[in-house]
């Protein structure tokens, strides 16, 4: 499976992270393509250095994907994602900053994330928009709901509880299980609901 990977300034760079790498686990070909704003994103909230050079970042980030990952620049025009001519299953943009969703729901491609998502929308194929921002405006919204009508799925970085969450790590699981379940891939991340085994303490009497 081919699947394009946008990262984009929003925070929730461990989400970006755990699916980068659940999906090379899971067989598939990765293109990735990082924004400015994502690499001191990434700097900051996975390796605590805000100044860490670009490539520094990025040759953590895709450590351990044992060459499944291929990297393109903001700007590269020739990547195969900036064409619907080429063979792409999929696109993610994780996380999507709202600037990010503005120029996809405007139509608007200033770097290749926002034209590959383009190229998903115009070629009918599966894009799953991952915003993480709070509270939203109306602005916002009405670009949500642009991009939704215009065939994209919009998966919220929000996680839920009722999996028995432990640790942080658990909760990013939770949603990148869900993005996963968009793509088409099989996976075991989480307990499903009505799967878990859940263990109900009664009150002191």
Request: net charge negative.
């Amino acid at each position: 499976m081919r699947v394009f990977l946008g990262i984009t300034g929003a925070s929730g760079a461990p989400y970006a992270r755990r699916l980068l790498h659940a999906l090379t686990a899971a067989g598939c070909e990765v293109g990735v393509t990082a924004s400015g704003a994502a690499i001191e994103v990434l700097a900051t909230e996975l390796y605590g250095d805000a100044l860490l050079s670009r490539d520094e970042v990025l040759a953590r980030l895709i450590e351990g994907t044992e060459g499944a990952v291929t990297l393109y620049e903001q700007n590269d025009w020739r990547s195969p994602y900036a064409s619907g001519s080429a063979r792409v299953d999929a696109y993610v943009v994780c996380p999507c900053s709202m600037g990010t969703l503005g120029a996809i729901a405007s139509g608007a491609s200033q770097n290749l994330v926002h034209r590959a998502a383009s190229v998903a929308l115009k070629e009918s194929r599966r894009l799953v928009l991952c915003p993480r921002e709070t509270p939203l405006s109306l602005i916002h919204l009405e670009n949500l709901l642009t991009v939704k009508r215009a065939g994209a799925t919009v998966l919220f970085l929000a996680p839920g509880f009722y999996h028995g969450a432990a640790t942080i790590g658990d909760l990013v699981d939770f949603v990148v299980a869900r993005i996963l379940d968009q793509l088409g891939i099989d996976n075991a991340l989480v307990a499903r609901w009505g799967e878990q085994i859940r263990t109900v303490t009664e009150p002191a009497a």
